[in-house]
């Protein structure tokens, strides 16, 4: 999407009862899953694009179901500085979804150097960090998915992320060649 052209967004209101707690964090779990901005308590928005649709109805049957009332609603910005506000909110929360995400790269590159420093080299170990690189590309395709606007970090985040495969590469050779000198 481009910063020029007006951008529609679906905008949801959400009301849940009290107790018990867990209906309102299931709903705020799956809007937050999704990407959803959140405006204000029960107040959610994303761009009225197709990659929300099936978390906005989730998060909608979540809230019928608990009892609660959801209201959907479609709405643009007023002024063209009301619609570029809005987006770089929207780009804003994730620009921080990105950083999170190189942080949790960092983290991964930081358990193989620890790995490689002890000399674990064992098929268990290889395992677990294909696990965690394996999680690191879903999150990366879903953040990329909700990404609708291109945060810039998002071009980092792809090089980290071939960054952590290559590591990843590398600490498995190192674990075959440990497995077939002993």
């Known amino acids: 999407m481009t910063a020029d052209a007006r951008v529609r967004w679906v905008v949801l209101l959400v009301r ?4 018990p707690s867990r209906h309102r964090v299931a709903v705020w779990r799956e ?8 405006l204000g308590q ?29 209201v959907v609603l479609e709405a643009t910005g007023r002024s063209a500085t009301d619609a570029a506000r ?18 949790d790269c960092g983290k991964y590159e930081a ?16 395992e677990e960090e294909e696990q965690s690189l394996e999680r690191l590309r879903r999150w990366h395709r879903d953040l990329q998915a909700r990404d609708v606007f291109g945060a810039p970090e998002a071009t980092e985040a792809t ?11 590398d600490y498995a050779e190192r674990v075959f060649q440990a497995l077939h000198q002993a």
């Open 86 to 103: 809005f987006q770089a909110m929207f780009t804003g929360a994730r620009q921080a979804d990105w950083a999170e995400f190189l942080a």
């Open 31 to 38: 809007l937050r899953k999704v990407g959803a901005l959140s």
């Open 42 to 70: 029960g107040v959610w928005a994303v761009p009225d694009v197709p990659v929300f649709a099936d978390g906005l109805r989730r998060a909608v049957e979540l809230t019928e179901r608990a009892e609660g009332e959801a």
């Open 111 to 126: 358990e193989l150097d620890k790995e490689i420093r002890t000399a674990k080299f064992t098929l268990a170990e290889l």
């Open 159 to 169: 090089r980290r992320l071939k960054h952590c495969a290559g590591r990843y590469d």
């Open 16 to 19: 849940l009862p009290a107790e």
